[in-house]
């Protein structure tokens, strides 16, 4: 997934914001709290996707060759997507998707309510 899909996809998840801090990345946040990141490494500027998974996601990523706990957001189950062939396009969507869906939940209810997102039980 090239920064350019990746931008465009989380783009048209409901309620996300984008902000480019940390040495030019490109963070994506719902309610102020992110749920995926795309950055460049190395001196080629190489395309780095992490996002937040649940606690199975992330058990079963990290066996996956070319995904990696992600360097300090490990703790708080995300990854980091080091070979772009690791994962189809179609799936680092769905795990994006997913990824807004756990923030998303984790707002409270007034949050979800002022964002204009689906409450949650």
Not at 3 to 13: I, M, P
Not at 26 to 50: D, H, M, P, T, Y
Request: glycine content about 6%; aromatic content about 10%; some cysteine.
């Amino acid at each position: 997934m090239t920064r350019d899909e990746f931008n465009s996809f989380c783009a048209g998840l409901p309620a996300s914001t984008n902000v480019v801090q940390w040495g030019n990345a490109s963070v994506w946040k719902v309610g102020g709290k992110i749920f995926a990141i795309c950055s460049s490494w190395g001196s080629e500027g190489e395309q780095r996707v992490n996002f937040k998974c649940s606690d199975m996601a992330y058990s079963m990523l990290i066996q996956e060759e070319g995904i990696v706990p992600a360097p300090y957001l490990a703790r708080a189950k995300w990854v980091r997507v080091e070979d772009p062939d690791a994962l189809s396009k179609e799936d680092c969507c769905a795990y994006i998707k997913a990824a807004h869906a756990i923030i998303t939940a984790k707002l409270t209810r007034k949050q979800r309510q002022d964002l204009g997102l689906a409450q949650t039980s």
